[in-house]
């Protein structure tokens, strides 16, 4: 059931929190093996084709509902908590925004909450789209 009740909450942006460019070399951090990096748009899409990957946008809800990335769930910068993100062991956790600067943020978050390397998407869905890969919208936005 708890489950049940975080999905309905990422999927609906109430559980999860904004993006400008982080290097991608690793970033300082807290925790030892935490590390931030990012991938190119091109790697994430053959992950996603791939089925290895949970995204988390960290957008607001109006962006994610105005155009995201398929399969992505809603985890707001501005409400962001680590600890609400789903980590699975199967699929890798990866975090994307507008251009990289918000998810860049929440990924160095994520990162020192689990003491491991967290990616985020190069240029986040400005790259994507740059690159004329799928987005979805809800309906409602258009």
Do not use: K
């Not at 049940?4 to 904004?18: E, K, P």
């Not at 962006?63 to 600890?83: C, I, Q, V, W």
């Amino acid at each position: 059931m708890r489950g049940a009740v975080l999905a309905i909450a990422l999927a609906t942006g109430a559980g999860l929190a904004a993006c400008a460019p982080v290097p991608a070399a690793e970033s300082a951090s807290a925790q030892p093996g935490a590390a931030v990096v990012t991938l190119p748009a091109a790697e994430l899409a053959a992950l996603m084709a791939a089925g290895d990957v949970v995204l988390i946008d960290v957008r607001t809800p109006a962006e994610f509902a105005e155009s995201r990335l398929p399969g992505a769930l809603n985890a707001p910068l501005g409400t962001f908590d680590p600890a609400s993100i789903p980590i699975e062991v199967e699929r890798e956790t990866i975090l994307y925004c507008g251009s990289s600067r918000r998810s860049g943020i929440a990924a160095t978050q994520l990162s020192e909450y689990l003491g491991t390397t967290v990616r985020h998407l190069e240029g986040g869905i400005q790259a994507w789209n740059a690159a004329g890969l799928e987005t979805i919208s809800d309906e409602s936005a258009q």
